[in-house]
């Protein structure tokens, strides 16, 4: 591993960063501003508990969507597939524009919305992260994909703060999904235009399995490759947490605000966890894990949320929500997410695709409807009197705690069976520049 390798992007290099900065920017600015529109929309008009079925049904897409993605990740040609789904979100989007124009019904528009919002959060950053590892060799990817995170911050950024600032203002929702339809189109075309310069020649599977069968073999991968296998574990536990925590300070933001005063309230928390994360982006992140490695950068992620869920528990209320909420957010989307789409660069390219659903997909989708379940159980308890308000927090936050735990036990794992899985011959990996030892250098 060097520790002099620095977080710059060379000439030879630039086309290739800003197509995928370009296609990373648009989709977090898109998803997210729908995330802040559908979530405070439906607290405001349906309730706090109300979004925890809205998420059970997301999440059940989400896990649908992931399979759907897996069957085709490595069939399909990457470039290609990204293209078609930015211009399908562009038709989608501008479908939705048509709804909010007509004034459907709140209880129908708001959570489309926000189911629209996270599948395109879940999918899109999958296949541009995929296709980033075709692009880049590992040592670049380690000196460039912390940059790219940067790039994602900077839109999360303006994705959270328009539609709060902006609202009954300069623009409406209704002008906002118009203007994302219109995004999502420009970055399809984009890329289209960017595809003879990039000359993208990885291999493609031609496989012709069905679901079943594509995740009996992300279990198998993972099963034999110890430290994946521990990662799947971490995170699986890792995503019932930190559902958790994103309710904990939904419900408590509910209960000091109310409708708009709601939506600028909730843009401008996750702008300023942005903001927050630029800094960690630039500072740490890529000097962290050029000096850490692979080896330790994953225990970050389960410490900080078994941090960020006392926090919690001790520092009752909105504040202490925000807070330790902000935490874990930032340990994940700074540190965590870099580096296990990093790591993902050593599974070789005609499986990348169904691995990194498999991850990402399967794992936290099943993590958060399980906890969806749980917590809709806890609050529905609360709401017949059962159990206080005081009591039903307490309650869910103890089984994040407990997740986290556990997720910290898996990691510790990953750390023990790090150098021996280095030498499986399940981890090949296609050498785009330089030799063997340059990717090498972890």
């Known amino acids: 591993m060097s520790a002099s390798i620095k977080p710059t992007v060379r000439r030879s290099e630039l086309l290739r960063f800003g197509v995928l900065a370009v296609l990373l920017l648009v989709n977090i600015f898109v998803a997210q501003s729908s995330d802040v529109v559908g979530t405070s929309g439906i607290v405001s008009y349906l309730g706090a508990p109300e979004i925890l079925w809205v998420w059970a049904v997301d999440n059940v897409l989400m896990f649908l969507l992931s399979m759907g993605y897996s069957v085709y990740a490595d069939r399909i040609k990457r470039e290609h597939l990204t293209i078609g789904l930015f211009c399908l979100s562009s038709v989608v989007y501008l479908g939705m524009y048509g709804l909010f124009a007509a004034g459907v019904a709140d209880w129908i528009t708001y959570p489309l919305l926000l189911i629209i919002g996270d599948q395109q959060y879940l999918i899109f950053p999958m296949i541009i992260w995929t296709l980033a590892n075709d692009l880049f060799s590992l040592s670049e990817a380690k000196r460039i994909f912390p940059i790219l995170s940067g790039v994602v911050v900077g839109g999360s950024l303006l994705g959270n703060l328009i539609p709060a600032l902006t609202h009954n203002a300069l623009l409406s929702n209704v002008d906002l999904l118009a203007g994302n339809a219109v995004l999502m189109l420009l970055g399809g075309l984009f890329l289209s235009l960017s595809l003879k310069r990039l000359g993208l020649k990885t291999k493609q599977d031609t496989h012709t399995d069905q679901p079943a069968e594509i995740l009996k073999e992300g279990l198998d991968f993972v099963k034999g490759v110890p430290v994946f296998m521990h990662l799947a574990v971490s995170m699986l536990l890792l995503g019932f947490a930190f559902n958790t925590l994103e ?48 080896k330790k950068m994953f225990n970050v992620m389960p410490i900080s949320m078994a941090f960020g869920v006392v926090l919690c528990l001790f520092w009752p209320g909105l504040i202490g929500a925000s807070v330790g909420n902000g935490l874990v957010r930032l340990m994940l989307e700074g540190i965590d997410e870099p580096t296990r789409r990093t790591f993902l660069g050593m599974v070789p390219d005609e499986k990348r695709g169904r691995i990194s659903a498999f991850l990402e997909g399967y794992l936290y989708s099943a993590g958060s409807i399980v906890s969806c379940l749980l917590l809709a159980g806890v609050m529905v308890f609360s709401q017949l009197g059962l159990i206080s308000a005081q009591t039903a927090s307490i309650l869910y936050l103890l089984l994040a705690l407990l997740c986290a735990g556990g997720a910290l036990w898996a990691i510790l794992k990953f750390n023990q069976t790090y150098d021996k899985s280095m030498l499986n011959w399940r981890l090949k990996r296609r050498k785009r520049t330089g030799g063997v030892l340059d990717d090498l250098k972890l």
């Open 247 to 294: 309710f904990h300070v939904i419900h408590q933001a509910s209960k000091t605000y109310q409708s708009e005063d709601l939506q600028v309230f909730y843009g401008v928390f996750r702008a300023i966890r942005t903001a927050l994360l630029v800094l960690l982006q630039v500072l740490v992140t890529t000097r962290l894990l050029n000096k850490v490695g692979f």
